[in-house]
């Protein structure tokens, strides 16, 4: 079975310091990870996937198999990244994608 | 850029109605799913389609059936609201093959059931 836990319901963190949004996730073959973003009023959005090995606004996220885990992290936060922010796993060959319960990220100024 | 579109941004049903909510996608993309968001549980999956009628039970299918007639529209069905279905509606489409590529997402439905 496919599992994906956020553990934070709710993270505030000040401006300019640094955040990580925690991941883990239960599956027992090779997985493919995303996290997803969800902005005040607008549609939820693919931030960043693990096969890609991609920095998007500032944001990265390290596939950790020995851990099931895929955090997601920036060093200087800044306020637009408020928003809620969802992990998603889909396992190998999967027609689905199964999400965590999402974690609301506050930047205050 | 990719359109995946929800007819209705809000509605309000009362038990027992049966209830539709609609889903268009302009880019052929194959896959189609429906998830209901509420807080606290993510998003879960109702159901999905990966061709025209074709359609394969998510993780809460019960409550809910599901309808693709055509390759662009995935319909989602309650037979009898209920009270307990209030919540918020996402639509989503991707191309064929495994969920490596990414989804594209309706803006939402906003269902209350009185």
């Known amino acids: 079975a496919q599992r994906v836990t956020q553990p934070e319901k709710l993270l505030s963190v000040f401006k300019g310091a640094p955040v990580e949004l925690k991941c883990n996730y239960s599956y027992s073959g090779s997985p493919e990870l995303f996290w997803y973003v969800q902005y005040s009023r607008q549609r939820l959005q693919l931030l960043l996937r693990?096969?890609s090995r991609e920095s998007i606004k500032g944001f990265t996220a390290d596939l950790n198999k020995g851990e099931t885990s895929f955090h997601l992290k920036k060093p200087f936060a800044q306020e637009e990244d408020s928003a809620m922010y969802y992990c998603?796993?889909?396992?190998?060959?999967?027609?689905?994608?199964?999400f965590g319960q999402g974690t609301r990220l506050t930047i205050n100024p | 850029d990719v359109k995946v579109t929800q007819s209705s941004r809000y509605l309000v049903k009362r038990t027992g109605e049966k209830v539709f909510l609609e889903c268009v996608q302009d880019m052929d993309h194959e896959n189609m799913f429906w998830y209901r968001q509420d807080p606290g549980l993510g998003l879960r999956l109702i159901y999905f389609?990966?061709?025209?009628?074709?359609?394969e039970k998510g993780d809460i299918p019960e409550g809910y059936s599901v309808s693709r007639e055509k390759k662009e529209r995935f319909s989602l069905i309650l037979e009898s609201a209920s009270t307990n279905q209030t919540s918020m509606y996402l639509c989503a489409s991707c191309s064929s093959g495994a969920l490596s590529e990414k989804l594209f997402f309706g803006s939402g439905t906003q269902l209350s059931v009185l």
């Open positions: 693990h096969i």
């Open positions: 389609s990966y061709d025209v009628k074709m359609k």
């Open positions: 998603a796993l889909s396992g190998q060959g999967a027609q689905k994608l199964v």
